[in-house]
T-cell receptor, first 111, second 113 residues
Framework: KQEVTQIPAALSVPEGENLVLNCSFTDSAIYNLQWFRQDPGKGLTSLLL?????REQTSGRLNASLDKSSGRSTLYIAASQPGDSATYLCAGTYNFNKFYFGSGTKLNVKP | NAGVTQTPKFQVLKTGQSMTLQCAQD?????MYWYRQDPGMGLRLIYYSASEGTTDKGEVPNGYNVSRLNKREFSLRLESAAPSQTSVYFC????????????FGSGTRLTVV
């Protein structure tokens, strides 16, 4: 069974800090890895999708990387803001039918 | 674009009651999915439909049935609700192929008492 793990489960940082969220997966034969943001009581918003042939993707202050050989993906958030406070989930797919989700990292950015 | 639309947004059921959760997407996606999200358990796949006319079990299918009504719509039915099915249910869709990610609906918060 493919497993996706996110550590830490929660993270609190002061505003303006650069931070890295981690995602690890057990099977290196991953096709895609997608990062999502979830606000309390809301659905999942897609942030970045990294295909297996890519090593990273960037959108604004966000940069996601994928290292299949080490089984890791990271989401880098530059110059964090209180509005970045949310739960961040990563999900990997090993065939195009199913994504496997991590449990998420709850981020709190303090003003 | 509406994206993925789920109805209802909230529902309270008594144990043993039945109900159907509706999901529709307007992005011409082939594949659709139902997940449940529970505290500490992350998102778990209940059922999915790779294309119109096909459905398959996911990780936690017991107690649920699904119908892929057409390319746009994928419903989830609870025949006899149990308190263990109290959860937030999410529908998602994607294009066929390995190069596309998920689009999620806003969820249905279900409580079974």
């Amino acid at each position: 069974k493919q497993e996706v793990t996110q550590i830490p489960a929660a993270l609190s940082v002061p505003e303006g800090e650069n931070l890295v969220l981690n995602c690890s997966f057990t099977d290196s034969a991953i096709y895609n890895l997608q990062w999502f943001r979830q606000d309390p009581g809301k659905g999942l918003t897609s942030l970045l999708l990294i295909q297996s042939s890519q090593r990273e993707q960037t959108s604004g202050r966000l940069n996601a990387s994928l290292d299949k050989s080490s089984g890791r993906s990271t989401l880098y958030i530059a110059a964090s803001q209180p509005g970045d406070s949310a739960t961040y989930l990563c999900a990997g797919t090993y065939n195009f039918n199913k994504f496997y989700f991590g449990s998420g990292t709850k981020l709190n950015v303090k003003p | 674009n509406a994206g993925v639309t789920q109805t209802p947004k909230f529902q309270v059921l008594k144990t043993g009651q039945s109900m159907t959760l509706q999901c529709a997407q307007d992005m011409n996606h082939n594949s659709m999915y139902w997940y449940r999200q529970d505290p500490g358990m992350g998102l778990r796949l209940i059922y999915y439909s790779a294309s119109e006319g096909t459905t398959d079990k996911g990780e936690v299918p017991n107690g649920y049935n699904v119908s892929r009504l057409n390319k746009r719509e994928f419903s989830l039915r609870l025949e006899s609700a149990a308190p263990s099915q109290t959860s937030v249910y999410f529908c998602a869709s994607t294009r066929t192929g390995v190069n596309y990610g998920y689009t999620f609906g806003s969820g249905t918060r279900l409580t079974v008492v």
